[in-house]
């Protein structure tokens, strides 16, 4: 089981924090939030990663290293700058990622899920689905929303859930793409209207830190479940 996460953004919202850190290494409770995905997925079993990098690639490298640290191995997919998409990005890693289903996250989201229950969700996704996402009640600032969901079966409407950044991929998704710049959101589209993903909603904790606020809610909030533990 492998697991990529995706590295390579801007963070436009976050500057000027991010103008010399990539996003990923924003720190949250202590830890950059792409070491919070390595240590729960290592601990779910999880022990080979590939990271996109695009924008201060090379901090994520430093900061990372091999894995070893974690009790993992990482691959890099360096993509330059400007970076790939979230489509491009992983159409270019897939020699790494090899041929079975994969976890996708994005670096830059927060999430305490059941992350042993999407391991074997992974290990178990149906032979003719090509995704499975994982779905939040829409928050604030995306109150429109992304997609519906019926029966565990992705819709396309109506959209009552956002797209959580978290999700199992399989590598046929991307069969017929080229290389360059591309989002995944059109793909997952099309699979979801040939009803080829499925889908759960998460309730729990969850925030994509997309903005310094977002940042110091998701802070705040957990110091207050510290202090109640």
Known sequence: MKAMILAAGRGERMRPLTDSLPKPLIAVAGRPLIEHHIV??????????????????????????????????????????PALETGGGVFKALPLLGSEPFLLLNGDVYAECDWPALVSRARTLAIDDLAHLLLVPNPPHNAKGDFGLAQARVRNQPAAYTFSGISVQRPELLQGCSPGAFPLGPLWRE???????????????????????????????LQADTQHT
């Open 191 to 221: 699979a979801v209207a040939a009803d080829r993903v499925s889908g759960e909603i998460f309730q729990g904790l969850w925030s994509d830190v997309g903005t310094p606020e977002r940042l110091r809610l998701l802070e705040m909030r």
């Open 40 to 81: 729960k997925l290592a601990a779910a079993g999880v022990h080979e990663f590939v990271v996109n990098l695009g924008w201060l690639g090379e901090h994520l490298r430093d900061a990372l290293g091999d894995g070893a640290r974690f009790g993992v191995q990482i691959a890099y997919s360096d993509e330059g700058w």
